[in-house]
């Protein structure tokens, strides 16, 4: 196993392994600018290969993927548990097609949340996260009702968010904290898609100091900043943040895969 990011998460008897493989280039996000058109035609149209990448790096180590209700995700998700990937599943519920550069946050109010909730009931799903285009939508009655419905389930309940600054302030003020664990936030040394300009040392301290006053599992995503950074550099910064208790990123092939997780084995 890893060297780091090595652990697993218990909580409510749900295991929530520390690296978890992300979904983000399986199903061409549009915030890889020009390589989304290329995760288009490789991956996200293809089962075939997107099962590939998932069992390259469930051999490599990854015991954890974040899935979305995605047609061709599920459909190679599917293909490597019937090819022996045994994995935790940790969903996100409610994401919908909002575009990243200007979004729309009634739109994402209008998607069918509790398919997700039922759908994800199916896999051996630790934990369900609502998605940051509905937490960031500051709509708070809308957020509780999915995680109070994401908590009769019986897994662990979370949100995401896009805004670890202006979010954190927000929710502390506008929803029963009691009702989530885990918060999944962008965190990245270049300050990338986050709201501040940089990670220096003041923002580096004000970050730190504003998510441990919330007392919640952070896990951090987009560590590699959308490919600006380089893997070994990427997991040795979040590595020294010691209020990170998880990691999530993406991989765009089998060799991505192996590369990356294998630096984990290295650190």
Known sequence: MFSIFNENITIKDKIIPQTILGYAPLIAEAHFGHRSRLYELDLSRNPENISKVIIEAYNNGARAINLVNDENLLKGFDIAIEKGCDMKVIATIGKSDVDYRMPNY???????????????????????????????????????????????????SGIITAFPFRTTKELKDNLDTSLFDLYMVPINKVAYMMDCPDLLEEHRIKLKETLESLDKIIIASRIFATGILQPKEAFEFINSLNYVSGITFGVASEKEASDDFSILNEL
């Open 106 to 156: 009634e739109v994402a109010k209008e998607v069918d949340w509790e398919e997700d909730i039922e759908l994800f009931q199916k896999y051996d799903t630790s934990a369900m996260l609502v998605d940051e285009f509905i937490v960031d939508g500051y709509d708070w009655d809308l957020t509780s009702e999915i995680l109070s419905k994401i908590n009769e389930t019986g897994a662990v």
